[in-house]
């Protein structure tokens, strides 16, 4: 079966910085309280207009560069989104538009926070079936225009960015290197405890509604879970793990999941303070800043995984 590999990977953060001490004024809060019970010290959001296809087709440019090719190389393009500019055409065709693609096709994928793990396990699954040979994987998230700003549990939580991967078809069949197990599962009975009270059909945007104790409880065990899983079906174990590369929702979920896997927390790609929880765009956010850190080096072992509303997850396995 052909194998797809990672070649390049690329981000893009709003100009805006906003620190939690900005939040004090305005609301109940207080930057003690935001660093210890979650782990964020700033987030960044996107300017005014300043749309998920803008960011994804810079993260995309940055990704596309990173691995040392030209718009013109990729096949097809897969976005997770759950903040998509307009409800239709897709948040993809307005990348591929901004890119200069004329060729191959687009579309977008909305798993919420675990969107990025569902649109790898469709590039992947596209790849091994033959039907693309090269697909940008991105995820883009404005999620700060569906907070409510009057809500002190959810509105310090989120920020907005995008990140990119170049995923394509494996040309080495003497090499290791590749997606080696991805794990997707979802549960609707949980739809209440993490949902926007909106959408077309409401005929408002609605914003973001969470049980955040319910949630917490829940991905430190689907996470955890789920990354279990996705290493029995590589046949590998923790032990074999040389990155963990969760969602970045709350820095206590990372630490609780490294717990229950018995990983130390230095294997364990953390970029949660610096771009709070950034839904799709979380997992290549972390992945983009850890590979221009030097830090994930070809062949290493990453387990990425990702957890949010429906609730959806998942795990993707890779060796780098
Ligand atoms: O990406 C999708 C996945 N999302 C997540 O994984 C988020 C999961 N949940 C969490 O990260 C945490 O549950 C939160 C960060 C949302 C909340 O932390 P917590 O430790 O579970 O706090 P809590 O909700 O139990 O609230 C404890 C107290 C409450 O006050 P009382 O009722 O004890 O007086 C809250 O009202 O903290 C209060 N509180 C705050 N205080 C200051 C909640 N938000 C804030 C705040 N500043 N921003």
Request: aromatic share 6%; with cysteine.
């Amino acid at each position: 079966m052909r194998r797809s590999i990672v070649e390049g990977i690329g981000h893009y953060l709003p100009q805006r910085v906003v620190e939690n001490s900005e939040f004090e004024d305005k609301l109940d809060t207080n930057d003690a309280w935001i660093r210890s019970r979650t782990g964020i010290e700033r987030r960044h959001f996107a300017a005014k207009g300043e749309t998920t296809s803008d960011m994804g087709t810079k993260a995309a440019f940055a990704a596309i560069e990173n691995a040392g090719l030209s718009p013109d190389d990729i096949d097809a393009i897969i976005l997770a989104t759950s903040t998509a500019d307009l409800t239709f055409p897709s948040a993809a065709t307005m990348v591929q538009n901004g890119l200069g693609m004329q060729h191959g096709f687009a579309f977008d994928v909305q798993a919420v926070c675990a969107g990025f793990v569902y649109a790898l396990a469709t590039a992947n699954s596209m790849i091994a079936s033959g039907q693309a040979n090269r697909v940008l994987v991105i995820g883009a998230e404005t999620f700060s225009n569906l907070m409510d700003w009057s809500d002190r549990g959810t509105c310090v939580l989120f920020g907005d960015g995008a990140g990119a991967m170049v995923l394509a078809a494996q040309d080495d069949p003497s090499s290791s290197r590749g997606v080696l197990a991805i794990n997707l599962r979802s549960d609707g009975r949980y739809k209440d405890i993490l949902f926007v009270d909106g959408g077309v059909s409401k005929d408002t945007t609605g914003h973001l509604r969470m049980q955040g104790k319910e949630v917490f409880r829940h991905a430190v065990e689907k996470l955890s879970n789920t990354a279990l899983d996705a290493l029995e079906q590589a046949e590998l174990t923790t032990a074999d793990v040389d990155w963990i590369i969760p969602h970045q929702a709350n820095k206590r979920i990372l630490e609780g999941m490294a717990k229950r896997l018995k990983v130390p927390m230095e294997r364990v790609i953390m970029t949660v303070h610096d771009h709070g929880n950034t839904s799709a765009a979380s997992i290549p956010l972390a992945m983009s800043t850890a590979s221009s850190q030097g830090r994930l080096k070809k062949g290493d072992v990453v387990v990425t995984g990702a957890i949010g509303g429906g609730l959806a997850w998942g795990t993707a396995v890779i060796r780098w």
